[in-house]
């Protein structure tokens, strides 16, 4: 009760501060899901050079493309730590929020909220329904529970990884220049993983598992015969990948001394 207290008064303030400046708040959703409109272009005119990519069709992909969106949007609203460096170790806020009786990391995630990032996950949703309904996709009745399992999974490992990277900030004075690059590695898990070399493939799917917040969990839905074993890992996946984060997190707040004079 006391942290969903907590939850409900920062985003309480996250509308009145927004509805302050409304112009930006929707300059900031038109602009993100004008982002993810040209990376789904990308695809459209990938398929009109070819019929398939890897085995997949068009709807395939795109119905992929838009699960990778749902767990990507959620981690968005909640996870927002990419400031956290300059901010709270530079600027010493990180003094402000240990002294607070709330966990720092959860303190961290509600001082940084962002529901418009939530926007995304609406559009992936209705993305995976039209592609649905193209194919004429036959869906069970465990298949929701299936989904918010693998959501779930897909949301823990996202905030396992950048949990862990942000960590590091504890130990170096500057930014380390990693977090763009895992950024750009989390896109690869947006496509067939079955389209990539099997180095590529091993780093997706154990070292940097973005395979599971995209590909594997999508094709459950799309060929559960052949990837039904695979999409199953996810929720694993997610609880091992964010306990390491939390591990670093934890040891890297024991570490950390102040922001000095």
């Known amino acids: 009760m006391f942290y969903a207290s907590l939850f409900s008064e920062y985003f309480s303030n996250y509308i009145k501060r927004r509805l302050t400046y409304r112009s930006d708040f929707w300059i900031e959703i038109v602009s993100d899901l004008l982002f993810q409109g040209m990376n789904l272009l990308f695809i459209l005119i990938v398929f009109m050079h070819t019929p398939l990519l890897g085995g997949w069709s068009q709807e395939q992909v795109v119905f992929i493309y838009g699960y990778f969106m749902v767990p990507y949007g959620v981690f968005g609203c909640f996870f927002n730590l990419w400031n956290f460096s300059e901010r709270y170790i530079g600027k010493g806020e990180m003094d402000r929020v240990l002294i607070r009786p ?3 990391l959860t303190q961290l995630m509600l001082e940084n909220l962002d529901p418009a990032s939530l926007f995304g996950s609406l559009v992936g949703l209705f993305i995976m329904f039209y592609t649905g309904v193209q194919m004429d996709m036959d869906l069970s009745w465990t298949d929701p529970l299936a989904f918010l399992l693998f959501t779930g999974g897909a949301i823990l490992i996202y905030g396992g990884v950048y949990i862990a990277i942000t960590s590091v900030s504890f130990f170096s004075d500057a930014p380390t220049g990693i977090l763009p690059l895992v950024w750009n590695i989390q896109n690869y898990g947006r496509y067939p993983v079955n389209i990539y070399n099997k180095i590529i493939k091993f780093t997706l799917t154990f070292l940097l598992p973005f395979a599971f917040v995209g590909f594997y969990p999508a094709a459950y839905f799309l060929d559960r015969a052949n990837w039904g074993m695979m999409a199953f ?3 694993v996946m997610g609880l091992i990948f964010f306990a390491i984060g939390l591990a670093l997190w934890n040891y890297g ?9």
């Open 102 to 104: 709330a966990h720092n």
């Open 253 to 261: 707040v024991r570490k950390y001394r102040g922001a000095g004079s």
């Open 233 to 235: 890992l996810t929720p």
